[in-house]
């Protein structure tokens, strides 16, 4: 971004950046968020614009960016030359990196935590769930706060029985995150909102439904010279209860609910929780603790 920002000239001259790398390594989520999620076949502008005055004049300008996808199949003079290079990019890293990098994929994470995550079965269209979903079910929320990073509430439904939902099977206890409220104003920047707003923003979000009892990061009752973050959240009928937060047995209790019995998950999101979507696949192992 700082390099982005110094392309400049005062003469007129046009400046541009060209970027090239593959999925995996420390950038990809940034490269994936500003490029590829966009527009994920390619060939399609992106465009930021604003409104500047020059010499009392305003006019809006524009600034154009672009994802252009190119495959190990596009580079023919490679093939016909290097007829190996495929077979050795395979005994290169992990079959999901190599994939990856094969297919130009972007949405294969190298040492993604939860590899059991796949898309097409775990996320549901909002369009068509949302009226199968009865007001009767048992719902709640969860809520990790945040300020100068983001904060993130979201809303679940448990499946009563085991029941058949627009041609699909969901087993007895299932459950959907039917909608969430990710407070962030970019990658891992917060809305820096108050507690109050906060409280008040999923109060309204609620009206009209029947929230059973939400949960949260117990840190949010830790005092510090004054009302904790949860005492000032339940003077606006916001209240939580403490949430056992310990990472293992929680991504322990994650990974058994993506994998579901059966070869049902017992776990789903509507694509209407698209941070949610974007974030957990790329949750990786911690290099010092596999486990975490």
């Not at 604003?50 to 003079?77: A, M, W």
């Not at 058949?164 to 909102?193: C, H, V």
């Not at 937060?245 to 609910?257: C, I, L, P």
Request: neutral net charge.
């Amino acid at each position: 971004n700082k390099l982005r920002a110094t392309l400049r000239s005062g003469s007129g001259v046009p400046c541009g950046m060209r970027l090239t790398g593959n999925p995996g390594g420390a950038g990809h989520n940034w490269v994936k968020a500003r490029f590829i999620d966009p527009n994920p076949r390619g060939f399609q502008l992106i465009t930021d614009d604003t409104e500047i005055e020059v010499d009392g004049i305003k006019q809006v300008v524009k600034l154009d960016r672009v994802f252009i996808p190119s495959k190990i199949s596009d580079n023919l003079l490679l093939m016909r030359n290097d007829p190996t290079y495929i077979l050795r990019l395979k005994q290169s890293g992990s079959a999901a990196l190599v994939k990856a990098w094969l297919e130009g994929n972007w949405d294969i994470v190298d040492g993604a935590f939860f590899d059991e995550w796949d898309e097409n079965t775990h996320v549901l269209s909002a369009h068509i769930m949302t009226p199968h979903l009865k007001a009767d079910w048992l719902r709640f929320r969860a809520f990790d706060w945040g300020s100068y990073r983001p904060f993130s509430v979201g809303w679940y439904v448990v499946v009563p029985e085991t029941l058949t939902i627009a041609d699909a099977l969901f087993p007895k206890g299932s459950m959907i995150k039917y909608r969430e409220w990710y407070g962030s104003q970019g990658p891992n920047k917060g809305l820096k909102m108050t507690a109050d707003l906060v409280a008040q923003g999923i109060v309204q979000r609620e009206v009209g439904e029947r929230i059973r009892y939400g949960v949260a990061d117990p840190a949010i009752y830790i005092r510090d010279g004054g009302p904790s973050i949860g005492e000032t959240m339940s003077l606006h009928r916001c209240t939580w209860r403490r949430a056992d937060n310990k990472r293992k047995t929680g991504a322990e209790e994650m990974r058994r609910r993506l994998v579901g019995v059966d070869g049902r998950p017992l776990l789903y999101f509507l694509d209407a929780c698209e941070d949610t979507i974007r974030t957990l696949p790329t949750l990786q192992h911690d290099d010092k603790d596999p486990e975490d």
